[in-house]
């Protein structure tokens, strides 16, 4: 008699086949929260609720395609890892449609450029990643302000927008255009080479904030923070620009009304927070 054949053991047959797939990525998840201190093979199948045999064979595997380092008995994610949450990272930001993001900040950028008397932007890239763009504005209502027209674009290394977004833009895309990069001067004479912009950057990702003082023109001072939609996925900056000799005695209070308003409007752009 010809046995019929069933869910259960079709069922059976089809987990093992997705089993390591999945701890795969569960390997890659531990990691990543694990990164400064690693983690060592007892506690890493333990986590996966896996044999430690299974456990050791994928790590192998994963070390030999550089997605895993051993380092004395500590695993710890490796280069080829962070090469592909750059290209996620890099996906999602291009996922995301800009075409909304002019009206729905408008009534963010309009309280921001009350809050702080100044004139308020939003930038972009554009599509070649090269330049920043405005897509939005809100003007401040004092008779001297700081005038640009929606869909001028703005280096990325002078300006504060074009900066907020070079520092926060995915490394390899980073690296790529820093590669490419000329020496150049401000509007002051101020010479910025490659070593330069570096370090602006380094500064800018450990306090969120970029800042320009007659760089692009002389007497306007700017500050810029990213609208992110995932923490390192940034999709636009968001821009307060002003006469240098009015913004400097408030700069404090316009960086926290800027910080607070990015906040608000990655929250609106669908911000989500790593586990």
Same mark, same amino acid.
């Given at each position: 008699m010809q046995a019929k054949p069933t869910d259960g053991p079709i069922e059976t047959q089809e987990q093992p086949r997705l089993r390591s797939p999945a701890r795969i990525l569960k390997i890659i998840q531990i990691l990543a929260k694990h990164q400064d201190t690693g983690q060592n093979l007892s506690k890493i199948s333990a986590m996966l609720s896996a044999p430690k045999t299974s456990t050791f064979s994928l790590l192998r595997a994963l070390c030999q395609e550089g997605y895993v380092r051993l380092a004395g008995s500590q695993y710890h994610l490796g280069n080829s890892a962070f090469s592909l949450a750059?290209?996620?990272?890099?996906? !999602?930001? +291009? &996922?995301?449609?800009?075409? /909304?993001? $002019?009206?729905?900040?408008?009534?963010?950028?309009? !309280?921001?450029?009350?809050?702080?008397? /100044?004139?308020?932007?939003? &930038? *972009? #890239?554009? $599509?070649? !990643?090269?330049?920043?763009?405005?897509? =939005? @504005?809100?003007? *401040? +209502?004092?008779?001297? @302000?700081?005038? =640009?027209?929606?869909? /001028? @674009?703005? $280096? #990325?290394?002078? &300006? *504060?927008? %074009?900066?907020?977004?070079? =520092?926060?833009?995915?490394?390899? !895309?980073?690296?790529?255009? #820093? +590669?490419?990069? +000329?020496?150049?001067?401000?509007?002051? %004479?101020?010479?910025?080479? @490659?070593?330069a912009l570096r370090s602006m950057i380094e500064t800018i990702q450990e306090s969120g904030i970029a800042t320009t003082s007659d760089d692009t023109h002389v007497g306007v001072s700017a500050y810029a923070t990213p609208i992110l939609v995932s923490p390192g996925v940034p999709v636009a900056a968001l821009i307060v620009a002003a006469p240098t000799e009015r913004s400097k005695p408030k700069q404090s209070s316009i960086i926290r009304s800027l910080t607070a308003c990015a906040k608000e409007l990655s929250l609106v752009m669908g911000y989500k927070a790593l586990d």
């Open positions: 750059a290209l996620i990272n890099s996906a !999602q930001a +291009k &996922s995301v449609d800009l075409t /909304e993001l $002019p009206d729905l900040a408008m009534p963010f950028i309009r !309280q921001l450029a009350d809050d702080v008397g /100044e004139t308020v932007f939003i &930038s *972009s #890239l554009t $599509p070649d !990643q090269n330049e920043a763009i405005y897509i =939005a @504005r809100a003007e *401040s +209502k004092h008779p001297i @302000r700081f005038m =640009a027209s929606i869909g /001028e @674009r703005r $280096p #990325l290394y002078s &300006s *504060s927008g %074009g900066r907020a977004l070079l =520092a926060f833009m995915p490394k390899e !895309q980073r690296e790529a255009y #820093l +590669k490419s990069f +000329k020496p150049t001067t401000t509007a002051t %004479g101020t010479v910025i080479d @490659r070593q």
